[in-house]
Nanobody, 127 residues
């Protein structure tokens, strides 16, 4: 059973930074592509970023390109989302999700591919 635990959320001022972590308790973590999603109140869930199992493939939604960076440490079964220059529109619950459906260098922001989901961590960007 894959369990995902997000952490690192909090309150930050516009222009500030946060690093979210996704801790996966799974011995075969290196086989999983991981994605970050977010959902703001009253809005649909949005794919933010993903990283392939190898770490060589990544993708970002347009609104975070140049501001967010996804990375992974397979030895620690961790995925990180470094978020810089945060804006109020980034306020949401952030979730990580995992799947083994992709070849090692590919990932996708399409939520239906992901089988395992964490409980989320909340990010508030406000002055």
């Amino acid at each position: 059973q894959v369990q995902l635990v997000e952490s690192g959320g909090g309150l930050v001022q516009p222009g500030g930074s946060l690093r979210l972590s996704c801790d996966a308790s799974e011995f075969a973590f290196s086989l999983f592509a991981i994605a970050w999603y977010r959902q703001a109140p009253g809005k649909e869930r949005e794919g933010v970023s993903c990283i392939s199992s190898s770490g060589y493939g990544t993708d970002y939604t347009d609104s975070v390109k140049g501001r967010f960076t996804i990375s992974r440490d397979n030895a620690k079964s961790m995925v990180y989302l470094q978020m810089n220059n945060l804006q109020p529109e980034d306020t949401a619950n952030y979730y990580c999700a995992a799947t083994t459906e992709f070849p090692q260098d590919l990932c996708s922001l399409t939520a239906s591919w992901y089988n395992y989901w964490g409980q989320g961590t909340h990010v508030t960007v406000s002055s």
